[in-house]
């Protein structure tokens, strides 16, 4: 009888915990932090301009400054600029331009990382480019990566959030 009532209660922790993870799409903004288990990511800063390092945008480049601080004890956590992407109003998606944002590095005497190790317990921060289309009016940032095991108890924030940028 125990081992039936053990069973059922794994049976309700578990349908409870994954109706937690729904994909109900959470809008933040810019300086609020996304959670990804132990790991927080945020948009510090975001500038709009039609040039940037001596290019001319096809519509309006978004020029995103991005913090991943990793408040976990022990672990390292490996990341990559390709975690970052926007979307619009009709769910097209946009990647970062990452010649623009070697050229940007090169400009200001900084080393280019295309992946990062964030320690435990420190941050780092780089900085993102992104052509938009003129005819974009409401885009947003997304994340994207693997479901880590703190992403269950926060509803899958990390995946579900977006960040708006209008």
């Known amino acids: 009888m125990i081992s039936k009532t053990i069973f059922l209660s794994m049976i309700a922790a578990i349908l409870l915990l994954s109706s937690s993870c729904s994909n109900d799409p959470k809008t933040v903004n810019i300086g609020d932090k996304v959670q990804h288990d132990d790991f927080f990511y945020s948009v510090q800063k975001v500038m709009k301009t039609p040039d940037f390092v001596g290019k001319k945008s096809s519509g309006t ?9 990793n408040d976990a004890k022990r ?10 992407y926007i979307i619009d109003e009709s769910g097209k998606e946009y990647e970062s331009n990452t010649e623009l944002e ?11 990382k ?4 964030t320690a ?14 003129g005819t974009v009016k409401e885009p947003y940032i997304k994340f994207r990566g693997d479901f880590l095991m703190g ?16």
């Open 114 to 117: 295309d992946k990062f190790l």
């Open 75 to 84: 672990v390292e956590h490996p990341w990559d600029r390709k975690v970052v």
């Open 151 to 166: 992403d269950m108890f926060d509803g899958n924030q990390f995946k579900n959030s977006r960040i708006k940028l209008f």
């Open 120 to 133: 435990a317990g420190s941050s780092d921060s780089t900085v993102l480019v992104f052509d938009i289309p």
């Open 102 to 112: 070697k050229e940007f590095s090169r400009i200001n005497y900084e080393q280019f």
């Open 61 to 69: 480049f978004y020029v995103v400054m991005l913090k991943v601080q």
